[in-house]
Nanobody, 123 residues
Framework: QVRLVESGGGLVQAGGSLRLSCAAS????????MGWFRQAPGKEREFVAA????????YYADSVRGRFTISRDNAKNTEYLQMNGLKPEDAAVYYC????????????????WGQGTQVTVSS
């Protein structure tokens, strides 16, 4: 059974930092793109960042570019999201995702999703 498990969420003051992790199990994603999404209350889920299989190519939403950094460790089958300069509008449930196929980057769709981790930013 394939599982993606996020961790690292929590409460932080505006301007602070958090590092999210997403550990995959059940299969390797070392040849697949991975990404992060978020969903705030009352809003649709939105794309945050994506990373290609090697980690050499990344892509960000305009709202987080320059503040967030996506990375991965294929030996650990894990991806990360370093979030700096957090703003109240970054508060959301953050989900990691993985593409199940080797496709163009960034992927048009993701096949596997985690359960999410809550990020709360106080002003």
């Amino acid at each position: 059974q394939v599982r993606l498990v996020e961790s690292g969420g929590g409460l932080v003051q505006a301007g602070g930092s958090l590092r999210l992790s997403c550990a995959a199990s059940g299969r390797t994603f070392s040849r697949n793109s991975m990404g992060w999404f978020r969903q705030a209350p009352g809003k649709e889920r939105e794309f945050v960042a994506a990373i290609n299989w090697s980690g050499g190519i990344t892509y960000y939403a305009d709202s987080v570019r320059g503040r967030f950094t996506i990375s991965r460790d294929n030996a650990k089958n894990t991806e990360y999201l370093q979030m700096n300069g957090l703003k109240p509008e970054d508060a959301a449930v953050y989900y990691c995702a993985a593409s199940g196929t080797i496709s163009s980057f960034p992927p048009r769709e993701y096949d596997y999703w985690g359960q999410g981790t809550q990020v709360t930013v106080s002003s």
